[in-house]
């Protein structure tokens, strides 16, 4: 293991031993919908954001997907219609 790879385990162990998660949920007309600790909350409030849309063209992200999604990239796109959207940001906060 190189000097560089060693740095990068180093710092990403701290940030994820000494930071708490928190999931920002934020609509497209409403902006932020709620801050949470609890992925499965920030999933629902997500959903019933877009889940009152007459739109019959809305697409809404499984709660599989959205958990991969927000593992690999820290943002995922939940509820996607003409009448409203959702997502999920995942920030790392000091304890």
């Known amino acids: ?5 060693r740095d990068v385990c ?5 940030i994820h031993n000494t ?6 949920v934020s609509g497209n ?19 019933e954001y877009g889940g009152g849309s ?3 063209n ?3 992200m499984t709660y599989a997907k959205t958990c991969k999604a927000l593992k690999e990239v820290g943002i995922a796109y939940v509820v996607e219609s ?5 997502q999920i940001d995942i920030w790392y ?3």
């Open 19 to 24: 930071m708490k998660k928190v999931y920002l």
């Open 10 to 14: 180093y710092i990403y162990s701290l």
């Open 29 to 47: 007309q409403d902006g932020i919908l709620g801050i949470f600790t609890n992925i499965k909350k920030a999933y629902a409030r997500s959903v």
């Open 1 to 5: 293991m190189t000097e560089t790879s």
């Open 54 to 56: 007459a739109s019959t």
């Open 82 to 86: 003409s009448y409203a959207e959702s």
């Open 93 to 95: 906060i000091n304890e």
């Open 58 to 60: 809305e697409t809404v």
